[in-house]
Protein backbone atom coordinates (compact mmCIF):
# COMPACT_ATOMS: atom_id res chain seq x y z
CA UNK A 1 0.00 0.00 0.00
CA UNK A 2 1.17 3.31 -0.78
CA UNK A 3 2.40 5.58 2.06
CA UNK A 4 2.96 8.68 0.79
CA UNK A 5 -0.03 10.95 -1.65
CA UNK A 6 1.11 11.74 -4.72
CA UNK A 7 0.77 15.60 -5.38
CA UNK A 8 0.73 16.84 -8.76
CA UNK A 9 2.81 20.28 -9.60
CA UNK A 10 1.60 22.37 -12.49
CA UNK A 11 4.52 23.06 -14.96
CA UNK A 12 4.84 26.33 -17.02
CA UNK A 13 5.78 25.82 -20.61
CA UNK A 14 8.68 27.43 -21.75
CA UNK A 15 11.47 27.21 -24.39
CA UNK A 16 14.94 25.94 -23.43
CA UNK A 17 16.99 26.97 -26.85
CA UNK A 18 15.23 25.40 -29.15
CA UNK A 19 13.18 22.65 -26.95
CA UNK A 20 10.05 23.11 -26.04
CA UNK A 21 10.57 22.71 -22.13
CA UNK A 22 8.12 21.89 -19.20
CA UNK A 23 9.51 23.40 -15.59
CA UNK A 24 8.43 24.30 -11.88
CA UNK A 25 10.02 25.51 -9.43
CA UNK A 26 11.96 23.43 -6.81
CA UNK A 27 10.80 25.46 -4.35
CA UNK A 28 7.43 24.07 -5.14
CA UNK A 29 8.72 20.73 -4.85
CA UNK A 30 10.66 20.73 -1.87
CA UNK A 31 7.62 22.35 -0.40
CA UNK A 32 5.26 19.60 -0.88
CA UNK A 33 8.04 16.42 -0.53
CA UNK A 34 9.25 18.21 2.89
CA UNK A 35 6.01 20.36 4.17
CA UNK A 36 3.28 18.01 3.20
CA UNK A 37 5.20 14.66 3.07
CA UNK A 38 4.02 13.88 0.05
CA UNK A 39 5.39 12.54 -3.33
CA UNK A 40 5.63 14.99 -6.33
CA UNK A 41 5.04 14.47 -9.62
CA UNK A 42 5.32 17.74 -12.42
CA UNK A 43 2.57 17.86 -14.52
CA UNK A 44 3.97 19.12 -18.21
CA UNK A 45 1.33 21.92 -19.73
CA UNK A 46 -0.21 19.62 -22.44
CA UNK A 47 -3.88 20.78 -22.47
CA UNK A 48 -5.95 18.12 -23.97
CA UNK A 49 -3.09 15.98 -25.31
CA UNK A 50 -3.22 14.40 -21.64
CA UNK A 51 -6.97 13.52 -20.54
CA UNK A 52 -7.82 15.13 -17.03
CA UNK A 53 -9.75 12.09 -15.40
CA UNK A 54 -6.33 10.10 -15.70
CA UNK A 55 -5.09 12.64 -13.99
CA UNK A 56 -7.13 12.91 -11.28
CA UNK A 57 -6.92 9.37 -10.92
CA UNK A 58 -3.66 9.52 -10.38
CA UNK A 59 -2.79 12.40 -8.24
CA UNK A 60 -4.19 12.78 -4.46
CA UNK A 61 -3.78 16.69 -4.54
CA UNK A 62 -2.73 19.27 -7.08
CA UNK A 63 -0.40 22.11 -6.59
CA UNK A 64 -1.39 25.15 -9.05
CA UNK A 65 1.61 27.30 -9.25
CA UNK A 66 2.95 30.82 -9.50
CA UNK A 67 4.38 31.71 -12.65
CA UNK A 68 6.06 34.90 -14.70
CA UNK A 69 3.63 34.55 -17.10
CA UNK A 70 -0.20 35.87 -16.71
CA UNK A 71 -3.76 33.92 -17.58
CA UNK A 72 -4.74 35.66 -20.77
CA UNK A 73 -7.99 37.90 -20.69
CA UNK A 74 -10.41 36.40 -23.25
CA UNK A 75 -10.76 33.39 -20.51
CA UNK A 76 -12.78 36.09 -18.31
CA UNK A 77 -13.96 38.78 -20.31
CA UNK A 78 -10.88 41.22 -19.81
CA UNK A 79 -9.63 43.56 -22.00
CA UNK A 80 -6.43 42.44 -24.59
CA UNK A 81 -3.02 42.65 -22.46
CA UNK A 82 -0.66 45.67 -23.07
CA UNK A 83 2.19 44.68 -25.49
CA UNK A 84 5.04 42.45 -24.31
CA UNK A 85 2.56 40.78 -21.62
CA UNK A 86 3.56 36.91 -21.28
CA UNK A 87 1.56 34.45 -21.51
CA UNK A 88 0.88 30.64 -21.55
CA UNK A 89 -1.85 29.36 -23.57
CA UNK A 90 -0.54 25.57 -23.39
CA UNK A 91 -0.85 26.27 -19.21
CA UNK A 92 -4.03 28.11 -19.52
CA UNK A 93 -5.12 25.40 -21.64
CA UNK A 94 -4.17 22.77 -18.68
CA UNK A 95 -4.97 24.13 -15.40
CA UNK A 96 -8.03 25.67 -15.58
CA UNK A 97 -10.08 22.93 -16.87
CA UNK A 98 -7.91 20.54 -14.71
CA UNK A 99 -8.59 22.77 -11.34
CA UNK A 100 -12.19 23.28 -12.26
CA UNK A 101 -12.14 19.11 -12.12
CA UNK A 102 -10.65 18.32 -8.78
CA UNK A 103 -13.00 20.99 -7.42
CA UNK A 104 -15.73 19.11 -8.76
CA UNK A 105 -14.07 15.25 -7.84
CA UNK A 106 -13.00 16.75 -4.63
CA UNK A 107 -9.47 16.40 -4.97
CA UNK A 108 -7.31 18.44 -2.62
CA UNK A 109 -6.20 21.88 -4.25
CA UNK A 110 -3.40 24.34 -3.02
CA UNK A 111 -3.27 27.62 -5.57
CA UNK A 112 -0.33 29.84 -5.49
CA UNK A 113 0.14 33.00 -7.19
CA UNK A 114 -0.76 32.49 -10.59
CA UNK A 115 -2.66 29.55 -9.43
CA UNK A 116 -4.54 31.59 -7.34
CA UNK A 117 -6.17 33.89 -9.88
CA UNK A 118 -6.53 30.86 -12.34
CA UNK A 119 -8.83 29.81 -8.70
CA UNK A 120 -10.79 33.48 -8.99
CA UNK A 121 -10.99 32.58 -12.95
CA UNK A 122 -11.95 29.25 -13.13
CA UNK A 123 -15.04 30.16 -10.12
CA UNK A 124 -16.19 32.90 -13.16
CA UNK A 125 -14.18 35.99 -11.23
CA UNK A 126 -12.19 38.88 -13.49
CA UNK A 127 -8.49 39.84 -12.91
CA UNK A 128 -7.18 43.30 -12.73
CA UNK A 129 -4.37 42.93 -14.94
CA UNK A 130 -2.12 45.56 -13.55
CA UNK A 131 -2.79 45.86 -9.64
CA UNK A 132 -0.22 48.57 -9.35
CA UNK A 133 -2.13 51.23 -11.87
CA UNK A 134 -5.48 50.54 -9.82
CA UNK A 135 -6.88 53.54 -7.83
CA UNK A 136 -6.70 52.86 -4.33
CA UNK A 137 -4.48 49.96 -4.57
CA UNK A 138 -0.39 49.86 -3.99
CA UNK A 139 2.20 48.51 -5.99
CA UNK A 140 2.21 44.25 -4.92
CA UNK A 141 5.13 44.18 -7.60
CA UNK A 142 8.51 42.80 -6.27
CA UNK A 143 12.20 44.30 -7.59
CA UNK A 144 13.27 42.43 -9.63
CA UNK A 145 16.52 43.72 -9.29
CA UNK A 146 17.09 42.41 -5.80
CA UNK A 147 18.47 39.59 -4.17
CA UNK A 148 15.98 36.76 -3.98
CA UNK A 149 15.45 37.47 0.07
CA UNK A 150 14.95 40.77 -0.41
CA UNK A 151 12.41 39.81 -3.23
CA UNK A 152 10.81 37.21 -0.76
CA UNK A 153 10.90 39.42 2.46
CA UNK A 154 7.53 39.70 4.23
CA UNK A 155 6.27 43.02 2.47
CA UNK A 156 2.86 44.06 4.28
CA UNK A 157 0.70 42.29 6.60
CA UNK A 158 -2.80 40.97 5.41
CA UNK A 159 -6.51 40.49 7.61
CA UNK A 160 -7.39 37.23 8.00
CA UNK A 161 -11.36 36.85 8.11
CA UNK A 162 -12.68 35.64 11.51
CA UNK A 163 -13.31 31.82 11.43
CA UNK A 164 -12.23 30.98 7.92
CA UNK A 165 -9.39 28.28 7.11
CA UNK A 166 -6.79 30.47 6.98
CA UNK A 167 -6.89 31.63 10.27
CA UNK A 168 -7.26 28.38 11.93
CA UNK A 169 -4.46 27.65 10.08
CA UNK A 170 -2.62 30.68 11.82
CA UNK A 171 -4.27 29.24 15.39
CA UNK A 172 -6.64 32.01 15.74
CA UNK A 173 -4.25 35.23 14.64
CA UNK A 174 -6.13 38.21 13.16
CA UNK A 175 -3.17 39.18 10.84
CA UNK A 176 -0.61 37.47 9.45
CA UNK A 177 2.93 39.10 7.64
CA UNK A 178 3.38 37.79 3.70
CA UNK A 179 5.58 38.43 0.92
CA UNK A 180 4.55 40.37 -2.34
CA UNK A 181 5.56 39.13 -5.68
CA UNK A 182 2.06 39.92 -7.86
CA UNK A 183 1.41 42.25 -10.74
CA UNK A 184 -2.37 40.78 -11.28
CA UNK A 185 -4.67 40.39 -8.55
CA UNK A 186 -8.59 39.82 -7.84
CA UNK A 187 -11.11 42.70 -9.81
CA UNK A 188 -14.26 40.87 -9.33
CA UNK A 189 -14.21 37.56 -6.83
CA UNK A 190 -15.63 34.66 -8.42
CA UNK A 191 -18.60 32.41 -7.31
CA UNK A 192 -18.56 30.35 -4.67
CA UNK A 193 -14.94 31.92 -3.35
CA UNK A 194 -15.08 32.97 0.16
CA UNK A 195 -12.58 35.55 1.21
CA UNK A 196 -9.97 34.19 3.29
CA UNK A 197 -7.59 37.22 3.51
CA UNK A 198 -6.90 41.11 2.43
CA UNK A 199 -4.55 43.23 2.05
CA UNK A 200 -4.29 46.89 3.78
CA UNK A 201 -5.40 48.51 0.62
CA UNK A 202 -8.12 45.18 0.07
CA UNK A 203 -7.21 43.42 -2.28
CA UNK A 204 -8.52 40.08 -1.82
CA UNK A 205 -5.21 38.21 -1.13
CA UNK A 206 -6.60 34.64 -0.14
CA UNK A 207 -9.64 32.20 -1.00
CA UNK A 208 -11.34 28.99 -0.01
CA UNK A 209 -14.12 27.49 -1.95
CA UNK A 210 -17.58 26.95 -0.46
CA UNK A 211 -18.84 24.04 0.30
CA UNK A 212 -15.61 22.18 -1.64
CA UNK A 213 -15.54 18.38 -1.36
CA UNK A 214 -11.78 18.90 -0.38
CA UNK A 215 -9.23 21.22 1.09
CA UNK A 216 -9.34 24.12 -1.40
CA UNK A 217 -7.46 27.20 -1.26
CA UNK A 218 -5.61 29.98 -2.90
CA UNK A 219 -3.32 32.53 -1.23
CA UNK A 220 -1.97 35.46 -3.54
CA UNK A 221 1.61 35.03 -1.94
CA UNK A 222 4.39 32.47 -2.03
CA UNK A 223 3.90 30.64 1.03
CA UNK A 224 6.66 28.12 -0.60
CA UNK A 225 9.67 30.19 -0.10
CA UNK A 226 11.51 29.18 2.76
CA UNK A 227 8.18 27.48 4.23
CA UNK A 228 9.54 26.13 7.11
CA UNK A 229 10.78 29.33 8.56
CA UNK A 230 6.96 30.47 8.70
CA UNK A 231 4.17 28.96 11.19
CA UNK A 232 1.62 30.31 8.64
CA UNK A 233 3.31 29.02 5.63
CA UNK A 234 3.60 25.62 7.10
CA UNK A 235 0.53 25.23 8.45
CA UNK A 236 -0.46 25.89 4.97
CA UNK A 237 1.28 23.11 3.77
CA UNK A 238 0.97 20.60 6.77
CA UNK A 239 -2.96 20.83 6.05
CA UNK A 240 -2.69 20.33 2.53
CA UNK A 241 -0.70 17.45 3.20
CA UNK A 242 -3.23 16.06 5.69
CA UNK A 243 -6.08 16.26 2.72
CA UNK A 244 -3.74 14.77 0.24
CA UNK A 245 -3.67 11.37 2.52
CA UNK A 246 -7.25 11.42 3.46
CA UNK A 247 -8.23 11.33 -0.21
CA UNK A 248 -5.11 8.65 -0.79
CA UNK A 249 -7.10 6.77 2.18
CA UNK A 250 -10.56 7.00 0.27
CA UNK A 251 -9.01 6.25 -2.75
CA UNK A 252 -7.48 2.82 -1.52
CA UNK A 253 -11.16 2.18 0.01
CA UNK A 254 -13.04 2.57 -2.91
CA UNK A 255 -10.32 0.15 -4.50
CA UNK A 256 -10.53 -2.56 -1.71
CA UNK A 257 -14.45 -2.22 -2.09
CA UNK A 258 -14.33 -2.87 -5.99
CA UNK A 259 -11.99 -5.63 -5.30
CA UNK A 260 -14.54 -7.31 -3.23
CA UNK A 261 -17.15 -6.81 -5.32
CA UNK A 262 -15.62 -8.82 -7.86
Known amino acids: ?25 EKYIAAIVEGSNALAVVLPALGKRQCFTDILSLVDGLLFTGSHSNVEPHHYGGEPSAPGTLHDRARDA ?19 CRGFQEMNVVSGGTL ?3 VHAVDGLRDHRENRDDELALQYAPSHSIRLTQGGLLQR ?3 GANEARVNSLHGQGVERLGAGLIVEAVAPDGLV ?8 RAFALGVQWHPEWKYAEDALSTAIFQAFGAACRERMRFKAGLAAASAAAT
Open 205 to 212: EAVSVKDS
Open 1 to 25: MQNKPTVGITADSIMIGAHPSHVTG
Open 94 to 112: TTLPLMRAAIETGVPVLAI
Open 169 to 171: LAS
Open 128 to 130: HQN
